[in-house]
T-cell receptor
């Protein structure tokens, strides 16, 4: 089956720093999604990307759909303590096919 | 979270017992799915449905049954619980053509 590699697995940063994480796949995707999961909660959708090269922002978060259609990255600028959580990427090859999730990036922000 | 309701939030089962995790959404979403989340394993798809009366297997379907008799509900059944089914279960729904899904708050299941 297809593989989705998310990195890094974990990050420890200081408040105010910028953060970058990425996902790469073995297949071409037509959709990339980024989710954040707080402890004890379900994942919450942050950004959805539908076109190669697409760059989308949501507040301090910016995500891009790679032009090869096999990767995506998420940037968080000027991190704050409430950014702490697990960030998941997810991708889909075609409409109706299964959504595949990365294994997550655990983000810790030190005040 | 966008209108996906899961019950119960927490459950402890003995090996061999059966139970049903309930999932309901009020957004008229065509697509519904169940995932399990285990440490270091990310989210793995158990079963999914693209509409009422239609279900299909995901990545890890063994030991679980589902049905989709209505658009709103998508229950997940464990017929004979095993310790390996100790996990956090998430239901999700979405409009399939938009390729995005929204998660419930999760159900923590422990099988002893």
């Amino acid at each position: 089956g297809q593989q989705l590699n998310q990195s890094p697995q974990s990050m420890f940063i200081q408040e105010g720093e910028d953060v970058s994480m990425n996902c790469t796949s073995s297949s071409i995707f037509n959709t990339w999604l980024w989710y954040k999961q707080d402890p004890g909660e379900g994942p919450v959708l942050l950004i959805a990307l539908y076109k190669a090269g697409e760059l989308t922002s949501n507040g301090r978060l910016t995500a891009q759909f790679g032009i090869t259609r096999k990767d995506s990255f998420l940037n968080i600028s000027a991190s704050i303590p409430s950014d702490v959580g697990i960030y998941f990427c997810a991708g889909r090859e075609t409409s109706g096919s299964r959504l595949t999730f990365g294994e997550g990036t655990q983000l810790t922000v030190n005040p | 979270n966008a209108g996906v309701t899961q019950t119960p939030k927490f459950q402890v089962l003995k090996t061999g017992q059966s139970m049903t995790l309930q999932c309901a959404q009020d957004m008229n979403h065509e697509y519904m799915s169940w995932y399990r989340q285990d440490p270091g394993m990310g989210l793995r798809l158990i079963h999914y449905s693209v509409g009422a009366g239609i279900t299909d297997q995901g990545e890890v379907p063994n030991g679980y049954n589902v049905s989709r008799s209505t658009t709103e509900d998508f229950p997940l059944r464990l017929l004979s619980a095993a310790p390996s089914q100790t996990s956090v279960y998430f239901c999700a729904s979405g409009v399939d053509r938009r390729n995005t899904i929204y998660f419930g708050e999760g159900s923590w299941l422990t099988v002893v």
